[in-house]
């Protein structure tokens, strides 16, 4: 007898050397927000430049319906490297539309995203705790566009 999904099935993991883990006291301020398909929505609850230039995306991923919903695996992209690391959020993107440049997820020396992992289903109305991790654009850009496979893009103010 299979055994329903829970949200305990869903076991998100910073991948990676030096991955920074999603923020454990989560903000509720909500900065953007991407719709997806299926009832997922992705609430983008910070954006943190560090020193090192780097720019990481804290949020939440939200079942916004009453049934048990799949994360697809379209999230993590189309790259052979990030595939193979499982279920992510790897297929994000920054896009500096002023720049004219894109700014993808990064990776570690063995090719696991900096980002959010091990995805797999999501409870009614249950949401985890994500992250994404990116080469942080100059400091004279101001605002990007966040993209992931299957979800509305959305504006991003940076600071």
Sequence with gaps: MKQQPSASTVSPKGSGQGAKPAPS???TEVLAALKGPEGL???INSVERD????LTVSGRLNNTTNDVVSISSRLSGDETEIIKHSNSLGGATLLDAAGKKRYYVLRDTDGRPLTTTDL???APHK????????????ATTSEVSLQLP???PATIKLS
């Design 41 to 43: 929505e992705l609430a």
């Design 25 to 27: 006291t989560e903000s």
């Design 150 to 152: 299957t979800f509305t």
């Design 120 to 122: 797999d289903s999501l």
């Design 127 to 138: 949401g985890i705790p994500v992250f994404m991790q990116f080469p942080a654009p100059p």
């Design 51 to 54: 020193a090192g230039g780097f």
